[in-house]
C-alpha cells in the first residue's frame, strides 16, 4: 500500500504558499543588488503594515465591542472547554448553547468573524480553525454562501485536516462524536453543493469565472477523496474493524491501532471517513467501489453509526441507492425499510435536533424509493412502513403498476426526486475561455441525467414482465401459442418465450445472505411466489402460497399482557381516602396504564 | 466447457478467483487513483481478455482512472471493457455499471485530441446490442450483431478477434437464460436463439451438459426450471418464545 503522506499531496499548502509568495527567479549575479531591493520593500512595507495594523486593530476593538456580552462569554467558556478537552460541557455548548445563540443572535447574519474574536481566546489557531468551522457552517445552513464563503471555508477546512494529518503526532485534542460526524458529513455536503454549483457556468459573473478558473484544486474530487482516505489511512481504522470482527482483544486492537488510531479522535473521523467516502462513490456512480468501502463495517442494530440518528439515515440511505443501482431490489428494499422503522421509533427524541428537517427529508426519499423498488420487486415486506408508502403515494403507485408510458415519466419524477444529486467528477474547463465558450454552446449530459437514463433502462427492459406475471396467475399450465393471442401487439411465440425468460430473470436476483460478511455478496434468491417452467411449448405455472402468520401476533400479545399482569402486581394497593367516592376510583384500578398506580400513592403521601 | 447453470452467490463476481494479489490489494487500496499503475491495468484487462477471463471490478477501477485522468482515456480499452461486460452476463448490472462511469464519446475523444471515430459509432451500438440482451431478444441480437452496419463491422474486425472465443461466452450466457426457463426446448428454436446451424446444435448441446432427444434438447433440473408448489408454513423458534416460557415458570 501507498505511503499515506506521499498519498496526501500538499495541494492545500502549495496553493495557500502560492497565494502568499509570488513566484520569482533566481538570478544568482545580480543577487546583493536584489536583496538590498528586497530589504527596502520590505522595510517600507513593513512600516505601512504597521500603521495598518494599529488602524485595523482600533477598528476590531470597537467592533469586538458591538458583540453581545453573552457570545462573547459563551465564546471564552468553549474555548476553554476545548482546551481541557471537557467532553460534556463541549457536548452541551456545541449541542444547545451554540444553536440558542444562533437563534438569539444570528439568525439573519452571520456569527463574528474569527478575526474579531480572537482576542477573547488568547489567538488560539486551532480554536478559531474549529470556530470558522461553525461559522460556515451556519452560513450554509441559514444564509447564501458567497465565493469567498466557499473558498475560505474549504481552505479553513483542509487548514483542519492538515492540522490533524500533519502535526508532529497525534493531536491532543478530544470533541463530541456529534461534532466529528457533523463535520465530515459538512465536508461532504459543500463538496457537493460547490460541484453543483459549479457544474453550470451559466449565470455566472465576471468575479466567479475568474475565480473558478484560477482554483482547480478547491473542492475538486480528487482532494475530497485524498482528506478522507487519509484519514482512514492515518487512524488505521479498516485493520481495526477487521480485528474487532475477528474477535481480538481490545488491547491487540489498540496495538494495530497505532499511535493515531487509538486516539478516540482519530478512530472516530476515521471511521465517519468511510461513511463519508461511501456517499461521495455513490454521489460519483460508482455504486461498487461505494459497498466495498464499507467491507469492514458492521451494520446491525447496535452498529457505532447507530449512535448518530443523521449517520445512520445517511449511510444507509446510500447503502440502499447503492444497491437499487446495482438492481439488487430486495436488498434495497430492505435496507430502507430498518432504518425507516429505526427511525420512526427514534423519532419523539430527535425533534430538537437542528439537523432533524433534513434527516426527515431523507426518510421522506427513502419512502419514494421504496415505492419505486417494491414495483419492480414486488413481495411482502414490512406492513407498516408499506402502508406509509401507500399513503403517500397512493396515486404514484397506481399509475407505476398499470404499466406503459406514463408508468415510465413516474418513475422518472419518483427517481429525479428521490435520487442523490449525482456529481461529475471533472468541473467545465473554466481555465480555457474558448473551452468553456464551446462547452456551454453543447452542454454535455449531467450527472443525474446520465444516472436517470441508466435507471429507466432497467425499468424499460421489464416493462411487461408484470402483464404476462397476471395472466399466468389466472392458468396452471397453458400453451405458449395461446399466450400470444392474448397478449396485445405481440406477434409470435418466440416473442412470448423471450418475454417469459425475462419473467423468471427479474423474479430472480442475488441479495445478501445472513451469514454473508460484506454488503456485496448474495445469494440467488426467488423474489415472487408466481414461478414457472417450460417444457417445449407448454408453460406449467406453479404458486407458493404462504399460510397466514399467527404465532408472530400471539407472542406478542401474550408478552403483552404479561406485562400488563406485571405492572399491575408490581403496584401499590390503592389506599383509598374516606373523603374519595369509591365509584371514582373504581376505573383507576383497572387502567393498566400506571396512572392508575400513580395516583393512590400521592393520596397515600399526603394522607401520612 | 461447464456446465449452463447459474451462478448460486456472487463471490466469484466481485472477487474472481483467477484475479491476482497484486490486483486485489490495487483496487482495495488507494493506489487504485494512481494513474502510474494504468498501463499494468491495461495489461491485466488484456491477459482477460486473451485468457478468457473476467474481473469486472479491476475493469470499472481502468474507467475510474479515466474519469479522474480523461487526458489518460484509451477508446480501445474502453471497448473492450464493454465488450467484457456484455458477454458476461444477460442480467446482471455490469455493462450498466461501466456506463456510468463513461461520459459522452466525443467529450472522452475530445480531452486525448483523437478523431478516431470508434468509440463513438460502437458506444450507441453497444448500448443497443446490451438492451436486446437483457430483454431476451436473442434472435435480434444476433441479427444485428452479424448484421452489416458499420458498427458491426468494425467491432468484428478491430476488436473481436483479440477475444479468446466472444461467441462463445455470448451462447454460453444466453443458455443460462434458457436453462432457467425450459426444462426441454426445440432444437430449431436454441438454433435461432443460439445462432447455430441446425447440424451444429447438438453438439453444442450436448457440450453443455444437456441431452438431445429427438427434435428436443432436454435440460437437466437445475432448481429453476424444475419449481414446485410450495406452501410457507410458519416457522416459530425457540427463541422467540423465551419470554413466555420464563414467565410460565413461575
Known sequence: MADPTAFYEPTEDELLSSLAVPVQSYNPESDADEYRRLQELEQHAYAQQQLMVAEQEQEQMQALEQVPEDVKRFLVLFHQAILENDLPTITNMYESGWNKLTQAHYSQNEWPEAELISPLVGNDQVFLTLYREL?????????QPTIDDRFQSYENICEL???????????????????????????????????????????KNEEELEALSEAQNIWSSYSVLNVLYSLVQKSQINEQLKAEKQGKSAEEVQELAGEYGSKPLYRNLGYFSLICLLRVHVLLGDPTLALQTMENVDLS???????????????????????????RWPDAIKTFISVLIFFIRMKQYHTRSYQYGSITKQCERMYALLAICTTLSPGPSDESIMSIVKEHYADQLAVLQRG??????????????????????????????????????????DATQRHLELFLSDVVAVKGVSNIRNLLKL???????????????????????????????????????????????????????????????????????????????????????????????????????????????????????AGGAWQPKRARVAAQ | MAVAVPKKNLSDWHSPSTRPEVIHELIHGVDRYNPTNLPFM??????????????????LAILKLYQFNPQHSNPDIIVHILVKALSATVHGPDFGLSLGLLREPSAILHDIESDDEALTILIPFLTNLHELVRTCQFTKFWKEFNGESEAASILKTRYL??????????????????????????????????????????????????????????????????????????????????????????
Open chain 1, 135 to 143: 461559522y460556515f457552517r451556519h452560513v450554509y445552513a441559514k444564509l
Open chain 1, 161 to 203: 485536516f492538515n492540522y490533524l494529518l500533519n502535526s508532529d503526532g497525534p493531536v491532543p485534542l478530544d470533541l463530541p462524536i456529534q461534532w466529528l460526524w457533523d463535520m465530515l458529513d459538512e465536508f461532504v455536503y459543500q463538496f457537493s453543493n460547490f460541484s453543483t454549483w459549479r457544474a453550470n457556468p451559466k449565470n
Open chain 1, 301 to 327: 442494530g447496535g452498529a457505532f453509526l447507530t449512535r448518530i440518528t443523521a449517520c445512520h439515515v445517511t449511510t444507509y440511505y446510500h447503502v440502499g441507492c447503492a444497491y437499487m443501482a446495482l438492481g
Open chain 1, 404 to 445: 406503459g408510458d406514463e408508468a415510465l415519466e413516474t418513475f422518472k419524477d419518483l427517481f429525479l426526486s428521490a435520487s442523490p444529486k449525482y456529481l461529475n467528477v471533472n468541473p467545465p474547463p473554466y481555465e480555457d475561455p474558448s473551452a468553456l465558450e464551446s462547452y456551454l454552446a453543447n452542454p454535455p449530459i
Open chain 1, 475 to 593: 392458468y396452471t399450465s397453458i400453451d405458449a401459442s395461446k399466450l400470444v393471442t392474448f397478449s396485445e401487439g405481440e406477434t409470435g411465440e418466440e416473442e412470448i418465450l423471450q418475454q417469459l425468460m425475462v419473467l423468471k430473470a427479474a423474479s430472480r436476483t442475488y441479495a445478501k445472505g445472513v451469514n454473508q460478511e460484506t454488503l456485496l455478496d448474495g445469494e440467488r434468491i426467488v423474489t415472487n411466489n408466481l414461478d414457472f417452467t417450460i417444457d417445449g411449448s407448454m408453460v406449467h405455472v406453479e404458486e407458493t402460497t404462504s399460510h397466514r402468520r399467527f404465532a408472530g401476533f400471539f407472542i406478542r400479545n401474550a408478552e403483552h399482557a404479561q406485562r400488563v399482569f406485571n405492572t399491575i402486581k408490581s403496584s401499590p394497593l390503592p389506599i383509598q381516602r374516606k373523603p374519595v367516592p369509591s365509584t371514582a376510583s373504581a376505573p383507576q384500578t383497572t387502567d393498566k396504564k
Open chain 2, 42 to 59: 491495461e495489461e491485466y484487462l488484456l491477459s482477460q481478455i486473451k485468457e478468457g477471463q473476467y474481473d469486472l471490478f479491476a475493469n
Open chain 2, 161 to 250: 478477434p483479440s477475444h479468446a472465443s466472444p461467441l462463445d461466452s455470448l451462447r454460453f450466457q444466453f443458455s443460462l437464460s434458457i436453462a432457467s426457463c425450459f426444462s426441454t426446448i426445440s432444437l430449431t428454436q436454441l438454433s435461432r436463439w443460439l445462432d447455430l446451424p441446425s447440424g451444429q446444435v447438438s453438439q453444442y448441446v450436448e457440450q453443455i451438459g444437456w441431452s438431445v432427444e429427438g427434435e428436443k434438447a432436454v435440460i437437466p433440473k437445475n432448481g429453476d426450471n424444475d419449481v414446485k408448489a410450495g406452501v410457507v408454513r410458519e416457522n416459530v423458534q425457540l427463541s422467540q418464545l423465551t419470554k413466555l416460557v420464563a414467565a410460565a415458570a413461575y
